[in-house]
């Protein structure tokens, strides 16, 4: 059932609006993001990743952005449909994430998205 | 291309009961993960696998064992179920750095 998604905030969206999900990250030093998506029942699905590097990031109707200064993530969705209903949420790689098998991947609670036809 | 593939998908046990989760990848990742997912929480890592041959605990590992059995497979085992252990559990493998998942398996413990 739905009980990962109990206790998330939820952002409602009419179909083909765009949908805009927040995300704040906890170390000002971690240098790698993803966006999941897990929809009911199912395991998160891999969105779109940026590196800190980048500002932003573009992929098919979803887009990335990043702010270092304020330790934020968003991520944005053009003419949201109602198959992107889903909880979202976004994981940051600490510091050394990428040696070794640990991947030191933390993850946000989420935000269920709700979209109305 | 099955990805990862968790067995059971659903699973009752009553208190001290034990049981073994089951993860298989097919895409030839070196590092395996297992977290669970409590309502209103993030993912949180219970054990890895960085390669065949090696485990280390992650978060949350107490009351859990995790067995490498081959590249391919990695299972996890409740010896004594507990109530606190009622959650959802997700296999993950590594492609660096992205992470993918299997479908997850909901335990509830009684």
């Known amino acids: 059932g739905e009980s990962v998604g109990l206790h998330l905030p939820t952002l409602s969206v009419q179909e083909g609006d765009n949908s805009i999900i927040n995300c704040a990250y906890s170390n000002s030093a971690s240098d790698y993001f993803i966006w999941y998506k897990q929809e009911s029942g199912k395991g998160p699905q891999f969105i779109i990743d940026?590196?800190?590097?980048?500002d932003k990031r573009q992929g098919q109707r979803v887009t990335v952005l990043l702010n270092k200064t304020v330790k934020h993530l968003s991520l944005q969705i053009a003419a949201t449909q109602p198959g992107d209903s889903a909880v979202y949420f976004c994981a940051e790689i600490l510091p050394g994430g990428f040696s070794g098998g640990y991947n030191k991947l933390i993850f946000g609670a989420g935000t269920r998205l709700a979209v109305h036809p | 291309n099955a990805g990862v593939t968790q067995t059971p998908k659903f699973q009752v046990l009553k208190t001290g009961q034990s049981m073994t989760l089951q993860c298989a990848q097919d895409?030839?990742?070196?590092?395996m993960y297992w977290y669970r997912q409590d309502p209103g929480m993030g993912l949180r890592l219970i054990y890895y696998?960085?390669?065949?041959?090696?485990?280390d605990k992650g978060e949350v590992p107490n009351g859990y064992n995790v067995s490498r059995l081959n590249k391919r497979e990695f299972s996890l085992r409740l010896e004594s179920a507990a109530p606190s252990q009622t959650s959802v559990y997700f296999c993950?493998?590594?492609?660096?750095?992205?992470?993918?998942f299997g479908a997850g398996t909901r335990l509830s413990v009684l």
């Open positions: 895409m030839n990742h070196n590092s």
């Open positions: 696998s960085a390669s065949e041959g090696t485990t």
């Open positions: 993950a493998s590594r492609d660096v750095p992205r992470q993918y």
């Open positions: 940026i590196r800190s590097n980048m």
